[in-house]
């Protein structure tokens, strides 16, 4: 069993900054990928950033250079610090990861959500 628990969430107005923090914990053996996905209302999911087993970040364009995305991998945790928020930017943001339980059984693990609401 896996759990992402994830904080950092709320109210910021327009230039703002936040920084979400997710948490794995349980049967854990190793992980993979770990990411932040985000929806707003009446749109698709989408990825914001992940970051890889070997340290590689994948930013979709529209956070370039404002988000960061971090693990401790002491930890199991993943951040993403988002500086320069948009209202553009509100949306339920999502933990994702891709997590080995035992040798050779890789599955998905999401989040519960938590909303990012920027607004003045």
């Known amino acids: 069993q896996v759990q992402l628990v994830e904080s950092g969430g709320g109210l910021v107005q327009p230039g703002g900054s936040l920084r979400l923090s997710c948490a794995a914990s349980?049967?854990?053996?190793?992980?993979?990928?770990m990411g932040w996905y985000r929806q707003a209302p009446g749109k698709q999911r989408e990825l914001v950033a992940d970051i890889h087993s070997s340290g590689a970040t994948n930013y979709v364009d529209s956070v370039k250079g404002r988000f960061t995305i971090s693990r401790d991998y002491a930890k199991n945790t993943v951040s993403l610090q988002m500086n320069s928020l948009r209202p553009e930017d509100t949306a339920v943001y999502y933990c994702k990861g891709r997590i080995e339980t035992r040798p050779r059984k890789l599955d998905v693990y999401w989040g519960q959500g938590t909303q990012v609401t920027v607004s003045s």
């Open positions: 349980g049967s854990i053996y190793s992980i993979n990928v």
